[in-house]
């Protein structure tokens, strides 16, 4: 019974109500899409940087036993003799006051790093493990002074590429981070429109069931029932808006912006994935239901108090 | 039932106070008239006996209960054994008379099966019985009246106030009221209610307490509306 009087109560204030409320679940819903853009775009730069990007700032790519003429790898797979002597010489006197750390990463896991990464592309098709020779991962003291390492073992025997890491990604995630924080402030003024105005569609809902409230005050009904339909108009029309955020997020990276960057962006490959909308639908829940929270925290102890 | 000791009520500091030392008590059963000119305090002591508002000074005890003292949470289950009627029926428009009157059953959370067999009894008690499914604007005033009563007492309440229950009616529909109201106190409901109408008090030869500007200036037994004739 009280169940199907509260549902009764929140259609009769949807439909009372009907033009507040689409404006309720539009306005969150856009809100709500910048907030799960955001986090889309960090679950991305994450995916591009892989695991070391954060913990190295060198790394210097040893010649794999399927090696081409590329780099200094004329003798084929690199020999432990080269691996050895590469070592030394980052542990030498001469680079040492530069090296806080040195990591190695066998070919076979950066197959495997590789394959989680562009998995599902054509950038898998016809790649073997045997393209890929181990890596020694180099954490400096500090971080500008690269070129020192690079140039040292760029030349070395065995080495394929000496990379310094931030000059690979360095460009693309300051303008990720810029398009990121762009976002987060267009879902922070659109998020304190939404509390603003699922305040203003409570407070017009419970101004104009004042009569209904009035009796139900008289005859007795406890505080939560007054409330609760009012609490719950807000939050189901935001609850709608993060459906609808949560389906918009998902409809653009998959019907559209995979394609897009697969086809402009190489170094992107991969790096969309439509699924992460789905892993940002929770959070994009909890923050309709915060919305609407605060919005009837803000309105609601004055409009139906005992 | 009620007890009001020494209850004085200001609205506003420094005005004149809407009760004034007011002391008075109404035993269970009891059918009992505030009379008194506009003004005179009888709406803050019912508005006081239903804790819709805090009194200043004075011990208050309704239905074994210190209105003073109780918390706020309270409130809502005290209310429940309190019906309140008012001159301006305060009906939902948009209901049928059945879905007016269980509305105060449904937002206490009765279950379905209380009140089909509940409502019934009830209108039939104030003499709408067949007319369970029109709207408030298909009744005349007096049979709206009937609707408000009906939805005040649905939950058996111990005490029912009525606020100037006549003052929108003619005498004769006046009188169908009071009636229905007198049915209600036979129940053993303590029935409060505040009036302007002569005719009714000095017909009925219940009890009459007058104040005025929020003194009790009488109280008697079997009183008429404007003291002993």
């Given at each position: 019974m009280r169940l199907r009087f509260v549902v009764a109560e929140i259609a009769h204030g949807f439909r009372r109500n009907a033009s507040m409320i689409s404006a309720v679940i539009l306005v969150t819903f856009v809100s709500l899409s910048a907030v799960g853009a955001a986090l889309m775009l960090q679950l991305q730069v994450d995916r591009i940087k892989g695991d070391w990007y954060d913990k190295v700032e060198v790394s210097i790519y040893l010649c794999p036993e399927d090696a081409v003429d590329q780099g200094n790898c004329s003798g084929g797979e690199v020999s432990a003799d080269q691996q050895a002597a590469i070592k030394e010489r980052l542990a030498s006197a001469e680079l040492a006051?530069?090296?806080?750390?040195?990591?190695?990463?066998?070919?076979?896991?950066l197959f495997e790093e590789y394959q989680e990464r562009f998995g599902g592309t054509y950038m898998t098709n016809e790649v073997t493990a045997?393209?890929?020779?181990?890596?020694?991962?180099?954490?400096?003291?500090?971080?500008?002074?690269?070129?020192?390492?690079?140039?040292?073992?760029?030349?070395?025997?065995?080495?394929?590429?000496?990379?310094?890491?931030?000059?690979?990604?360095?460009?693309?995630?300051?303008?990720?981070?810029?398009?990121?924080?762009?976002?987060?402030?267009?879902?922070?003024?659109?998020?304190?429109?939404?509390?603003?105005l699922i305040a203003t569609t409570i407070r017009l809902s419970a101004l104009s069931r004042q009569r209904e409230t009035g009796i139900m005050r008289l005859v007795g009904a406890s505080n939560l029932f007054i409330q609760l339909p009012f609490m719950l108009e807000g939050a189901v029309a935001a609850l709608l808006g993060s459906v609808l955020a949560v389906g918009a997020l998902w409809g653009?990276?998959?019907?559209?912006?995979?394609?897009?960057?697969?086809?402009?962006?190489?170094?992107?490959?991969?790096?969309?994935?439509?699924?992460?909308?789905?892993?940002?639908?929770?959070?994009?829940?909890?923050?309709?239901v915060v919305l609407a929270g605060v919005s009837s925290a803000l309105t609601l102890r004055r409009f139906t108090r005992v | 039932m009620i007890k009001f000791d020494n209850v004085t009520k200001v609205y506003a500091r420094g005005a004149r106070p809407a009760l004034d030392g007011v002391s008075l008590d109404i035993p269970r059963g009891q059918f009992c008239f505030l009379v008194g000119a506009s003004g005179s305090g009888k709406s803050t002591l019912l508005s006081l006996v239903l804790r819709e508002e805090h009194l200043t000074s004075g011990r208050a005890f309704v239905l074994g209960q210190d209105i003073a003292k109780m918390p706020q949470r309270r409130i809502p289950r005290f209310r429940r054994q309190i019906g309140s009627v008012f001159q301006d029926f305060r009906l939902l428009e948009r209901k049928t008379v059945f879905q007016n009157v269980a509305f105060a059953m449904q937002v206490i959370g009765r279950p379905r099966h209380a009140i089909m067999r509940t409502v019934p009894d009830v209108l039939d008690l104030v003499g709408l019985a067949g007319k369970e499914k029109r709207t408030p604007h298909e009744l005349s005033g007096g049979e709206q009246q009937r609707v408000a009563i009906a939805r005040a007492v649905v939950n058996r309440p111990q005490i029912l106030l009525a606020d100037e229950p006549t003052?929108?009616?003619?005498?004769?529909?006046?009188?169908?009221?009071?009636?229905?109201?007198?049915?209600?106190?036979?129940?053993?409901?303590?029935?409060?209610?505040?009036?302007?109408?002569?005719?009714?008090?000095?017909?009925?030869r219940r009890r009459v307490v007058e104040l005025v500007e929020g003194r009790v200036v009488r109280d008697e037994a079997s009183g008429y509306y404007g003291g002993e004739a």
């Open positions: 006051p530069y090296v806080e750390e040195v990591l190695d990463q066998s070919g076979q896991s045997d393209m890929f020779g181990p890596v020694i991962h180099v954490k400096l003291t500090d971080p500008d002074k690269f070129a020192v390492v690079t140039d040292a073992v760029g030349a070395m025997p065995g080495v394929l590429q000496a990379v310094d890491q931030s000059d690979l990604f360095g460009q693309l995630f300051d303008l990720l981070s810029k398009v990121r924080l762009a976002a987060l402030a267009v879902a922070a003024v659109l998020g304190l429109a939404a509390i603003l653009i990276a998959e019907f559209w912006l995979a394609d897009w960057v697969e086809a402009n962006f190489a170094v992107m490959m991969g790096s969309v994935n439509p699924a992460d909308a789905i892993m940002v639908a929770p959070w994009l829940v909890v923050a309709a | 003052g929108n009616l003619d005498p004769r529909t006046s009188e169908g009221i009071m009636g229905v109201l007198e049915r209600v106190n036979q129940t053993g409901t303590t029935v409060v209610m505040a009036t302007h109408d002569v005719g009714l008090v000095d017909q009925a």
